[in-house]
């Protein structure tokens, strides 16, 4: 089965950085920088090599800054940037992780654990183009939606930036219902330990070194073709759904595809949902291990 992203996106594993490459906390414990690495090492490997893993890809590297951020030697938030074409299963993944970490911090009673910007809502304002064109229909025939610069990302890398120094900040809302109409300063987003995005162009080059961590859904295209007319018929897109999909799918070969090169991570978007969740239960397990309980190394 051909992957819409060929093996020459899927570059090969970043050389691992040094130390200083990163902003790093000179008091904090090295010896637990390598526990930690250590144990990530086991449980990523262990997930690679599985015959239904998650992952299609891993560099060293998003290991070892995983690393980093565990055992406390980056001590600011970390940010989670997450792309994908059309029914990659992007979303789905995204909540997942979201709803699995939630899951634990609500357990130990851990505040501002996690906070999601959506890339849709950074789309511009049209509401006034599509009044002029009479209907969105008629207005998306003329205003190409599947392109980065639909969407204001500019605005979005400077709303991830203020939340990893600790800003409050207010989110723009866009009317996902045909109207057009995005609102600014709408939902207010306080920081947190973890700021994730996903979205069709969130790792494209205006938003893209706004992200610790870099993943790419990647799926089969028959896979995807199959979500995507599901999808279609649930919103009842009727004959258009053929030019729609060809449009997305022509766009997302010129802008989509190519940004798997800047992921440190690639997800297969095939695997099962529990699979995603297992394994974030077992990063959190070792994040359980060293900051819940009583941590010592022997």
């Known amino acids: 089965m051909q992957n819409t992203v060929t093996q020459d996106f899927i570059s090969a594993p ?3 950085q040094a130390l200083s490459s990163f902003p790093f906390n000179k008091a904090a414990d ?3 920088l390598q526990y930690v690495e250590k144990r990530l090492n086991k449980i990523f490997f262990d997930e690679v090599n599985s015959s239904d893993s998650i992952f299609k890809k891993v560099s060293n590297n998003a290991v070892y800054k995983m690393a980093l951020f565990l055992s406390g030697n980056i001590t ?13 299963g992007k979303s789905t993944i995204a909540y997942d992780i979201i709803n699995t970490i939630q899951s634990f911090a609500d357990e130990y009673c851990i505040e501002n654990v996690i906070t999601r910007l959506n890339t849709d809502d950074y789309y511009y304002d049209r509401s006034d183009m599509v ?24 605005l979005m890398k400077k709303h991830i930036k203020q939340l990893l120094f600790g800003d409050t900040v207010y989110l723009p809302k866009y009317d996902m219902s045909g109207t057009a109409i995005r609102k600014d300063n709408v939902t207010k987003a306080e920081p947190s330990k973890i700021i994730i995005s996903e979205g069709l ?23 995807q073709k199959e ?13 258009s759904a053929d ?23 690639i997800l297969s978007g095939e695997a099962d949902r529990a699979a995603y969740k297992n ?5 959190l397990a070792l994040v359980e291990e060293i900051h819940c309980k009583n941590f010592a190394l022997n």
């Open 76 to 88: 600011r938030a970390c940010s989670i940037g997450i792309a994908g074409e059309t029914a990659s």
């Open 279 to 283: 394994f974030i239960n077992k990063i």
């Open 14 to 16: 970043k050389q691992k």
């Open 201 to 223: 162009f969130t790792l494209t080059e205006k938003v893209v070194d706004a992200f610790d961590f870099k993943i790419y859904v990647d799926v089969s295209h028959k896979v």
């Open 30 to 32: 090295k010896i637990l």
């Open 243 to 265: 030019e729609v999909y060809e449009n997305a799918s022509s766009k997302a070969k010129i802008h989509i595809h190519p940004t798997a090169m800047q992921a440190d991570i």
């Open 131 to 154: 009044k002029k064109a009479g209907s969105f229909a008629e207005f998306a025939k003329h205003y190409d939606l599947d392109v980065p610069e639909a969407l204001e990302l500019e």
């Open 227 to 239: 979500r995507f007319y599901k999808r279609a018929q649930e919103r009842d897109l009727g004959d």
